[in-house]
């Protein structure tokens, strides 16, 4: 038999694997996540006719081995992870990273982990955070009840509780702000309102009155008071004259007097509570009164309303008294050869003897890329290359199949010289 004959039929095995995958390049090129194979192509072995020989010294020069090829074969088909673009979707729980790195996704904590690129997930009716493709929970950490992470635990599947709430904390600092006007007359007051809160979340309107002084030694001087009333009307502190004095010069709050207290017993009937005043940011000029309070750090107790999520993958609830906290934070996990992995249907990975992962981390550590809400990241498969892949390859095919046939009718020729 002819080599030709085999090396050809080789030659049409190899290349109708390769349109193999270049189908399913093309099958998957709006799969979000999907990354192409190419297959390279390797010389068979090669049967010897002639061996070398070596140059003879004052005689005849060396002769070059003969060989002939057997085929054709299948060298590598490897998974390319090139870069491509990320496509917005609207949707907040669609996740694209921005880098390197791979979502962590498990049927439970310590179970065997999958990897990809394919980010579309949404909660589940329990709270938990999973795959849309295919069910199985995104792993990552779980905040403490302050929102803190610790990145030594275990990771675990990422579950939101709606049922959480936000505690409610004391307001401990007002700061005022905004101008007293130098132009009044004296005994003339300026009165600025805010709520505030006590350790169990209960309202009260704090008003700070503030009257222009009458002392002629030092025109620049002012007093003011502070009362605490509940929802009740009731006042709950004493409230005392005090001085503050701006510098003439500055127009600001003496540093000896930009601060000041005012303390009240709550409501419920606990140890009585200290709101620090700060006034340093108010000024005395002749100019329109503005004074206000600038803000205020406490408030009520609240329940989870939205989840947003990060460019570090934190999970973050939206709590209807207007604060927020870190519930959760998504892992990454990176390799150092992700072309080694194996891949195992419904857009996923897993690690294989040279695709070892290099440990979890938050999105946006080193080496580790960011993740973007909102979008998922686009199949890397190119068209314009697929297709002239494809013709080379029909064309190495039908060369194939031209050898066959030529190749046959030397046999049939051969088998005709008994004629």
């Known amino acids: 038999m002819m080599r030709s004959l085999?090396?050809?039929?080789?030659?049409l095995k190899a290349h109708q694997q390769r349109m193999d995958v270049i189908g399913n390049n093309i099958a998957n090129v709006n799969t979000p996540g999907f990354k192409k194979s190419r297959v390279t192509f390797q010389d068979m072995?090669?049967?010897?006719?002639?061996?070398?020989?070596?140059?003879?010294?004052?005689?005849?020069?060396?002769?070059?081995?003969?060989q002939m090829g057997l085929g054709v074969t299948i060298g590598s088909i490897d998974t390319d992870?090139?870069?491509?673009?990320?496509?917005?979707?609207?949707?907040?729980?669609?996740?694209?990273?921005?880098?390197?790195?791979?979502?962590?996704?498990?049927?439970?904590?310590?179970?065997?982990?999958f990897y990809t690129r394919a980010g579309s997930f949404d909660f589940d009716n329990a709270g938990n955070l999973v795959s849309n493709l295919n069910g199985l929970h995104v792993m990552g950490w779980l905040a403490d009840d302050t929102g803190k992470i610790d990145y030594n635990m275990q990771l675990q599947p990422i579950k939101v509780d709606w049922s959480v709430s936000q505690p409610p904390k004391k307001t401990e600092t007002v700061t005022l702000t905004g101008n007293l006007d130098a132009g009044l007359a004296q005994n003339k007051t300026i009165t600025v309102e805010k709520t505030v809160y006590d350790t169990q979340g209960h309202p009260y309107?704090?008003?700070?009155?503030?009257?222009?002084?009458?002392?002629?030694?030092?025109?620049?001087?002012w007093t003011w008071s502070?009362?605490?009333?509940?929802?009740?009307?009731?006042t709950k502190n004493t409230p005392t004259d005090t001085v503050i004095s701006f510098d003439p010069d500055t127009g600001k709050p003496t540093s000896t007097l930009s601060s000041g207290t005012v303390t009240y017993s709550p409501v419920s009937g606990g140890n009585d509570i200290t709101i620090n005043l700060n006034f340093s940011g108010m000024t005395q000029y002749a100019a329109e009164t503005t004074a206000a309070v600038q803000s205020q750090d406490g408030y009520p107790s609240g329940t989870l309303d939205t989840l947003t999520i990060d460019q570090a993958g934190n999970i973050v609830g939206v709590f209807s008294n207007g604060t927020s906290r870190i519930l959760a934070q998504i892992a990454l996990e990176r390799f150092v050869n992700p072309a080694g992995l194996v891949k195992e249907g419904n857009s996923l990975?897993?690690?294989?003897?040279?695709?070892?992962?290099?440990?979890a981390k938050p999105p946006g550590s080193s080496g580790f890329g960011t993740v973007k809400p909102g979008t998922l990241e686009m199949s890397n498969v190119d068209l314009s290359s697929e297709f002239t892949d494809m013709i080379t390859t029909q064309r190495g095919f039908q060369a194939n199949s031209r050898v066959i046939t030529a190749s046959d009718e030397m046999l049939q020729d051969l088998v005709n010289l008994k004629r």
């Open 6 to 11: 085999f090396s050809a039929v080789s030659g």
């Open 45 to 66: 072995l090669n049967q010897t006719i002639r061996g070398a020989s070596r140059p003879i010294e004052g005689g005849r020069g060396g002769t070059n081995p003969m």
């Open 81 to 113: 992870f090139g870069a491509t673009s990320l496509q917005d979707t609207g949707k907040n729980t669609d996740l694209g990273i921005n880098g390197d790195g791979f979502f962590i996704l498990a049927e439970k904590a310590g179970g065997r982990e």
């Open 205 to 221: 309107q704090l008003k700070i009155t503030f009257t222009k002084g009458n002392n002629p030694n030092n025109p620049n001087e």
């Open 226 to 234: 502070a009362s605490i009333i509940d929802a009740n009307g009731v």
């Open 349 to 359: 990975f897993s690690k294989s003897s040279n695709a070892e992962p290099v440990g």
